[in-house]
């Protein structure tokens, strides 16, 4: 975990509800979730396999022992847990190299939200090596805060992620609006008790209490996340 601000500090966006913005990574800033599926599928097809479509709503968006886990299950392929995550780390990472393509609305909600001095951490299930390579693209000063999902005991679908974020941030996890874009990541921050915007990258997330589904980055901004926040008596 890597952090710019001490903790705790509880503080507010300028006097408003919402007290920090929790945002994933790939699929939701970066365009990165397809690279994800294509890399397991050529590393299956070396070992002899072709994997099913229908897995990957099975495996977007969670920790890589479980999707790595599963697709080893799922096919019998001869290779341990702990080689499959070398290999799709090495090759994510030079699938990446020098140019990590962003979400449209990525750049002009990031600006928004610094310019605000709104607290912000990204939130991701992926290794600290992965976030720290994108981090270049998507600039690290746009962060108080990242969380990798090797650096904490349980990653996504648990809420560990979201609670530490918000820990850290001086935050009530109540009073932070989180952005993801699988089922995984939003089981996650709902079960932290965080405000979620879906963006749904792969697979269907439906509305829910608590949870506002929107198309793109494009219909986020920082009005429309503090709406999402009951005002403070």
């Known amino acids: 975990m890597t952090s710019t601000?001490?903790?705790?500090?509880?503080?507010?966006?300028?006097?408003?509800?919402?007290q920090a913005v929790l945002l994933d990574m790939d699929g939701t800033l970066v365009d990165t979730e397809g690279f994800w599926w294509e890399i397991e599928a050529e590393i299956f097809r070396e070992l002899g396999h072709e994997l099913d479509d229908a897995w990957?709503?099975?495996?977007?968006g969670g920790p890589m022992s479980r999707s790595a886990g599963f697709l080893i299950e799922a096919t019998g392929a001869d290779i341990g847990l702990a080689e499959l995550s070398v290999l799709l780390n090495e090759r994510f990472e030079a699938r990446i190299a020098g140019h990590v393509p962003l979400m449209p609305g990525a750049e002009r909600l990031?600006?928004?939200?610094?310019?605000?001095?709104?607290?912000?951490?990204l939130v991701s299930a992926s290794h600290r090596r992965v976030i720290d390579q994108v981090l270049r693209t998507l600039g690290r000063d746009r962060f108080h805060l990242t969380v990798a999902g090797d650096e904490v005991p349980r990653t996504k679908p648990h809420p560990d992620p979201y609670l530490l974020a918000a820990r850290t941030l001086g935050a009530h996890?109540?009073?932070c609006a989180v952005i993801e874009?699988?089922?995984?990541?939003?089981?996650?921050a709902e079960a932290a008790g965080c405000r979620v915007v879906?963006?749904?990258?792969?697979?269907l997330i439906d509305p829910?209490?608590?949870?506002?589904?929107?198309r793109s980055l494009e219909d986020v901004d920082l009005p429309f996340l503090r709406s999402l926040i009951t005002p403070m008596n």
């Open 198 to 203: 879906a963006i749904p990258s792969v697979g």
């Open 56 to 60: 990957r709503d099975i495996v977007v």
């Open 110 to 121: 990031l600006n928004e939200l610094a310019r605000h001095n709104v607290p912000t951490a």
């Open 5 to 18: 601000v001490p903790a705790p500090v509880a503080r507010t966006a300028d006097g408003h509800a919402l």
């Open 173 to 175: 996890p109540s009073r």
């Open 181 to 188: 874009d699988t089922a995984t990541g939003v089981a996650a």
């Open 208 to 214: 829910a209490p608590g949870r506002t589904v929107v």
